[in-house]
């Protein structure tokens, strides 16, 4: 038998020796890449964290110790040492393990995530309470990678963690990398830093002695007056001592020897520590090491070839690509993304207009407020974001943007069901919060066309729009009506009447060409201000109405329509959304046939009649 199938709970882990934890993790990293390659994840981060996670499950006891995975999506290594090797392959499956933590999933999950950033502030929480239960021996480690530490939320976080009164040891997990480079000054203080030896608080007092004994005592008096800057020449991460924390490190994180006998030492310091680790992103499988971009979520793909990078048009590089169109003819259009250039279709733009092009690294509050300061100065700021991250910069909209009725655009990505990431990535909040805010315009196209369409439209625009578009390959349907404030009617039909937006016009269209288009499909592109009066009139021809939306119920433009067409007594009308509950993971297809939005569940609901 391998190790690895021996290994039923983490503290399996701690009856092994040094050569037996080097097995294990090569015995790991093949299991990780052989399933991922099966079933698509997370591979890259995940490849990194393999020789940290056994060490940490080896000095530490989990779950009385408790360890908090940042963003989650690098923690296989630590969801298959505790139990769920056997189920790995169900990994993103409809109904099987989540590719994050979950609490439901193991005792060893203390924190779902799946936004980056929370690790540190939920790790005060928890150390706080060790410390008013007096569980002094009890550690709380967060493990934050080095991209998700440039988000205000991780600072907002050290700003406080300096007073932890209990153990804390918070793990930075530095692979020089976020999904693409890592960006901006603490990128560039962390690789300033990662050529130091490995420092700890024990050379921090070989550093005082040899400064007094070896520079003479007139030098020292000079020098101690600036004693911090004089500190930094010889200690690194002196950021993170002035936050009140004690640095340790950079340790090789594929080294588990050394990350276990340094982790041994920081147990022994009676403050906060940061710990500090580098990994390397991809490690062990060639192609991801070289491109460890491309390898950050993959699909199943062939571990002999790799990956070859899809040339399917979706609506992320139709955006992309008009955008850098738009932009070459007009310098003052600029577009900000929150690390996500690849995922919003932003690499070519990044590479051929640079000077028009902002990451700002996770910091979507930062973006959204700095687009409205480029508003200010007359430029025309686009934010190219996920549904799901913009939902941290709910107050900048409103209070940045909206109130001063800047023209900022904001690019809304994966708006709907975006599949296998789940839970926390779903974009089906965006109609309910944004639709609430006074001043802004909500737009949603059906198809890559009328996306084109809304960004031309966008250029002579005044005031805040939205324009969301869903996940996928993007195709055309037919054509538009020019005004993009009227409803366009795709299909004439006969009795019935679906009223809908985004993708579920093709479900709606694909509903109707089934029954012979015998159903009507009425495609409302701007859901605010929502155009009550064109959409009433031609829907109180029909005898039945059925509108539909992939967002939750509360607050959908659905609700909305619903209310007006029973104020003006038109009785014969249903809705239907996705549920107001979190929606699970699986294939977007399989959620759409499980919620009864696509043709098939469209035909049923019609079916069952009112
Ligand atoms: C608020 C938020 N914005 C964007 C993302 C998308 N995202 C997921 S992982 C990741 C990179 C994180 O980098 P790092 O913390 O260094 O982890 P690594 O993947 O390098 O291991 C990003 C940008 C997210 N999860 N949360």
């Known amino acids: 038998m391998n190790i690895l199938d021996s290994i039923k709970k983490p503290s399996d882990i701690k009856k092994l020796k040094i050569n037996q934890l080097n097995q294990l993790s090569n015995e790991l990293r093949e299991f990780i890449l052989e399933s991922v390659s099966q079933t698509g994840g997370h591979l890259a981060s995940n490849l990194g964290t393999v020789e940290l996670t056994i060490a940490l499950h080896y000095v530490f006891n989990s779950p009385e110790d408790k360890l908090i995975w940042d963003v989650g999506h690098q923690a296989y290594a630590h969801k298959i040492l505790s139990g769920r090797k056997d189920a790995f392959s169900t990994l993103r499956q409809l109904d099987g393990l989540s590719g994050f933590?979950?609490?439901?999933?193991?005792?060893?999950?203390?924190?779902?995530?799946?936004?980056?950033?929370?690790?540190?502030?939920?790790?005060?929480?928890?150390?706080?309470?060790?410390?008013?239960?007096?569980?002094?021996?009890?550690?709380?480690?967060?493990?934050?990678?080095?991209?998700?530490?440039t988000s205000g939320m991780a600072f907002e976080a050290l700003n406080y963690a300096g007073q932890c009164k209990s153990q804390l040891i918070i793990i930075l997990n530095d692979n020089e990398m976020s999904i693409s480079n890592n960006v901006g000054s603490i990128s560039k203080y962390l690789n300033k830093i990662r050529g130091f030896k490995l420092y700890t608080s024990l050379k921090r007092s070989m550093v005082n002695k040899l400064t007094k004994s070896q520079i003479g005592t007139k030098t020292y008096h000079v020098i101690s007056k600036t004693k911090s800057s004089f500190k930094e020449l010889f200690i690194p991460g002196m950021l993170f001592e002035h936050f009140g924390l004690s640095y340790i490190g950079p340790v090789d994180g594929h080294?588990?020897?050394?990350?276990?006998?340094?982790?041994?030492?920081?147990?022994?310091?009676?403050?906060?520590?940061?710990?500090?680790?580098?990994?390397?992103?991809?490690?062990?499988?060639?192609?991801?090491?070289?491109?460890?971009?491309?390898?950050?979520?993959?699909?199943?793909?062939?571990?002999?070839?790799?990956?070859?990078?899809?040339?399917?048009?979706?609506?992320?590089?139709?955006?992309?690509?008009?955008?850098?169109?738009?932009?070459?003819?007009?310098?003052?259009?600029?577009?900000?993304?929150?690390?996500?250039?690849?995922?919003?279709?932003?690499?070519?733009?990044?590479?051929?207009?640079?000077?028009?092009?902002?990451?700002?690294?996770?910091?979507?509050?930062?973006?959204?407020?700095?687009?409205?300061?480029?508003?200010?100065?007359?430029?025309?700021?686009?934010?190219?974001?996920?549904?799901?991250?913009?939902?941290?910069?709910?107050?900048?909209?409103?209070?940045?943007?909206?109130?001063?009725?800047?023209?900022?655009?904001?690019?809304?990505?994966?708006?709907?069901?975006?599949?296998?990431?789940?839970e926390t990535h779903h974009g089906i909040f965006d109609t309910s919060y944004l639709s609430l805010i006074p001043n802004i315009t909500i737009m949603m196209p059906k198809d890559s066309n009328e996306l084109i369409r809304m960004l031309d439209f966008s250029k002579d625009f005044n005031g805040p729009l939205v324009i969301k578009y869903f996940k996928g390959e993007s195709y055309t349907i037919n054509d538009d009506?020019?005004?993009?404030?009227?409803?366009?009617?795709?299909?004439?039909?006969?009795?019935?009447?679906?009223?809908?937006?985004?993708?579920?016009?093709?479900?709606?269209?694909?509903?109707?060409?089934?029954?012979?288009?015998?159903?009507?499909?009425?495609?409302?592109?701007?859901?605010?201000?929502?155009n009550y009066e064109s959409i009433y009139n031609i829907a109180k021809d029909y005898d039945k109405v059925f509108i539909i939306e992939e967002n939750i119920k509360t607050g959908s433009f659905t609700m909305q329509m619903e209310n007006h067409f029973l104020k003006n007594g038109f009785t014969n009308v249903e809705t239907f959304n996705l549920p107001d509950t979190f929606i699970e993971h699986g294939s977007i297809n399989e959620l759409l046939d499980r919620y009864q939005l696509d043709a098939k569940g469209i035909i049923n609901h019609i079916n069952k009649g009112m």
């Open 101 to 149: 933590l979950k609490r439901s999933e193991s005792e060893h999950d203390i924190l779902e995530a799946g936004h980056s950033s929370t690790s540190i502030s939920a790790a005060l929480g928890l150390a706080k309470v060790n410390e008013n239960l007096g569980n002094n021996d009890n550690y709380v480690l967060p493990i934050i990678g080095d991209g998700a530490l």
């Open 255 to 422: 080294n588990i020897k050394e990350i276990i006998e340094t982790l041994e030492l920081a147990k022994k310091l009676d403050k906060p520590v940061l710990f500090h680790v580098k990994t390397v992103k991809g490690k062990g499988y060639l192609s991801a090491e070289k491109n460890p971009d491309l390898y950050h979520g993959v699909g199943k793909f062939d571990l002999k070839y790799g990956i070859t990078p899809s040339d399917k048009s979706t609506y992320s590089n139709v955006f992309g690509n008009h955008l850098l169109d738009m932009a070459k003819n007009d310098s003052r259009v600029i577009v900000l993304t929150a690390a996500m250039s690849s995922g919003t279709g932003l690499n070519k733009f990044a590479e051929e207009l640079n000077k028009q092009f902002i990451d700002v690294g996770i910091a979507e509050q930062n973006a959204v407020t700095m687009a409205a300061g480029l508003a200010i100065g007359g430029f025309k700021p686009y934010v190219a974001v996920y549904s799901t991250f913009l939902q941290r910069a709910f107050d900048q909209i409103i209070h940045d943007v909206a109130l001063q009725n800047l023209s900022v655009v904001f690019c809304i990505d994966r708006s709907g069901l975006v599949g296998s990431d789940g």
């Open 481 to 530: 009506v020019d005004d993009l404030f009227e409803p366009e009617l795709i299909v004439k039909g006969e009795n019935t009447l679906i009223i809908t937006t985004g993708r579920l016009v093709k479900e709606a269209y694909d509903a109707s060409e089934i029954n012979n288009f015998s159903y009507g499909v009425l495609n409302v592109r701007t859901l605010k201000p929502l």
